[in-house]
């Protein structure tokens, strides 16, 4: 295992640095895929014998200079084509799992894209059986929950997504709900309408990523077509003050992403962003990592480096945060209570 857990940071308080990092949270942001670290890509092109267009993991490392979200999934994808075997989901699932529980992540909620395998010929059940067997060890063996969420890519079809849904039902005991993500920009929540409202009658949990790139309106027609429970990054919603409001009375959690928000050219700077703006305007956000191996950090990484570039954020946000990722979690009351019963422990006696 290789940095499990953030570096320590030159000018963030350290008694602060410490209670972030660990303080109890819950990760809802995360890509499985987007976990796969340059080294592991590499062992897992060699174990398959799959060619890759990049030298070594340094000149892979070096193609991660991102201008936009597209320019991020061009090569995201290109990563997780290495994936061909059960043991492989496993692996990378594994690995985050570790590295997850070295940031004091009591439970994870992953993200998976199955058609980003299935149209390479992996079957589903290889997918979701490699997942579920790393999420069994993780309870086992280090004490994390998790739950996997089915996405659709939303530059395909709305035909496709519904193929996928299909396919997926067999292990429908093995996804707690579904999202939305992959390009943004052109392919609006109200695309993929009728197949949430199925996977709502199916009781899954629905999220969509909106108002990463996109504007204010996606986020809108997430709420109102789709019907989601939480806006994955959500950050554009402050361009829209009475939708800001509209959240908060919501108390509809945001899932944001700060490294991920940065790397992407959301925001020029960590200092730039809105963090502190969506918590002062009462909204339930959250911090997460969304794909660490790309972005530059885990979750503690996330918080530390946020932290540190916005000076107003303190222990209080600190709690907050923590509290807001249990509460938007999709797990029961009871879960819920005891988790934040352990978060109010930390803090009482830092
Ligand atoms: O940040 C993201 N946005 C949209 N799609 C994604 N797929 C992986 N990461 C992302
Ligand atoms: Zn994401």
């Not at 490294?259 to 339930?284: D, F, I, W």
């Amino acid at each position: 295992m290789t940095t499990p857990a953030a570096a320590v940071h030159a000018t963030l308080d350290p008694a602060l640095q410490a209670l972030l990092c660990r303080m109890p949270k819950a990760e809802l942001h995360i890509h499985i895929e987007g976990s796969l670290e340059p080294e592991l890509i590499f062992a897992l092109a060699q174990r398959n014998g799959v060619a890759l267009p990049y030298a070594n993991v340094e000149a892979l490392r070096a193609a991660y200079a991102f201008t936009d979200l597209q320019s991020f999934l061009d090569i995201y994808y290109a990563g997780a084509s290495v994936l061909l075997h059960e043991q492989d989901f496993h692996d990378m699932a594994w690995a985050y799992f570790q590295r997850a529980a070295a940031d004091h992540v009591v439970h994870a909620e992953l993200f998976f894209d199955p058609q980003t395998h299935t149209e390479r010929g992996v079957a589903m059940g290889t997918v979701v059986q490699g997942l579920v067997s790393a999420c069994e060890r993780a309870q086992r063996e280090l004490g994390v929950s998790s739950a996997l969420i089915l996405c659709f890519l939303r530059h395909l079809s709305e035909e496709a997504a519904f193929e996928t849904l299909e396919a997926a039902l067999p292990y429908r005991q093995h996804f707690t709900g579904v999202g939305l993500d992959s390009s943004e920009r052109g392919h609006p929540p109200e695309k993929f309408a009728r197949v949430f409202a199925r996977c709502r009658e199916l009781g899954l949990h629905v999220v969509a990523h909106a108002g990463e790139e996109g504007p204010p309106a996606y986020i809108e027609s997430a709420l109102d077509v789709l019907k989601v429970e939480r806006i994955d990054h959500g950050v554009r919603c402050v361009e829209s003050p009475a939708l800001v409001q509209r959240l908060a009375a919501l108390r509809m959690p945001l899932t944001v992403c700060p490294l991920s928000n940065v790397k992407l050219c959301v925001y020029r700077t960590m200092a730039e962003h809105q963090l502190p703006a969506l918590l002062a305007a009462g909204l339930c956000a959250t911090v997460n990592s969304d794909d660490p191996a790309y972005f530059g950090g885990y979750i503690n990484q996330n918080f530390v480096e946020t932290f540190a570039a916005l000076p107003q954020l303190g222990r209080d946000h600190a709690y907050t945060l923590a509290r807001n990722s249990f509460q938007a979690s999709f797990v029961p009351a009871e879960t819920k209570q005891r988790w934040v019963a352990a978060l109010d422990a930390v803090f009482a006696e830092a």
